[in-house]
């Protein structure tokens, strides 16, 4: 989803305030599906990004700090030319027990736009992304990662894919084994500022097998994009791991573009 919502933020703190600790290997930071706009030369997008888990369920052999209440991300994209920016993410979990860790880490992006394939109304674009972890939150401490970005548009209805290339380059059980990720998003524009969408995300396979890993995490959310006006806007959504019995996960992304 485009980094481009933030306001409501005190209803929507208080929609996800219903937590205790959960349970997930998928990236409980960044759910989101990028699309192909990027933010105007010389403009910014800023999106307080909140992921928040429904009832407690912490395995023994988990990484606590992964199993958090709530997640709260912020993040802050520049634009450099009409068709390409620069973000930066920071990572925190401020619920934690006393004494843990609460600043979990960031990642760093660019995104270009490469423009419409001529023969068919797809937009192409590219992010790539370096990741750093706190230990507390990851075993992967460091992480690449490549994201074309296919997204097609017409009337009211928008389809969005993200295939994705990660390597971990620091950290990790699985060493500089490459894993094929995706996340994907349907919406349906119903009014000038109200959309819905369905939204899939999964860490899905390694490029070695190309086969389903055990551990293998698909989410799927349901939830709206509201245009609030004078560059806010809010999109909030709800899900639910569909290989696992794990808690229910709500999300909010609050966004101004000035």
Known sequence: ?????????????????????????????????????TAPAGGYDVALHTNVMSRGGVTPDSIAGDHRPAHVSVEVARGWTSRFETGV???????????????????????????????????????????????????ELQTLEVRPILDYSRGRLSLVANPSLELVTHGGDEGLEPVVDISASVGWQLLTRLAVKTEYFSAAATT???????????????????????????????????????????????GFAF
Not at 9 to 32: H, Y
Not at 216 to 233: Q, R, S
């Open 1 to 37: 989803m485009c980094p481009s919502k933030l306001k409501l933020l005190v209803a929507s703190c208080c929609v996800f305030a219903l937590t205790t600790v959960s349970a997930s290997a998928q990236d409980l930071f960044e759910l989101e599906v990028f699309d192909y706009e």
């Open 89 to 139: 993410f920071v990572q925190t979990a401020p619920f934690g027990s006393s004494g843990s860790e609460r600043f979990a880490g960031g990642h760093v992006r660019s995104k270009v736009r490469i423009g419409t394939l001529p023969a068919f109304p797809l937009r192409v674009a590219l992010s790539a992304e370096y990741t750093f972890n706190r230990a507390a939150f990851d075993h």
């Open 208 to 254: 070695r097998h190309l086969q389903r890993e055990s551990g293998a995490h698909h989410l799927l959310f349901g939830g709206v994009d509201i245009g609030v006006g004078d560059g806010w806007e809010l999109s909030l959504s709800a899900g639910h791991c569909v290989t696992r019995h794990e808690p229910w996960l709500m999300r909010s992304v609050i």
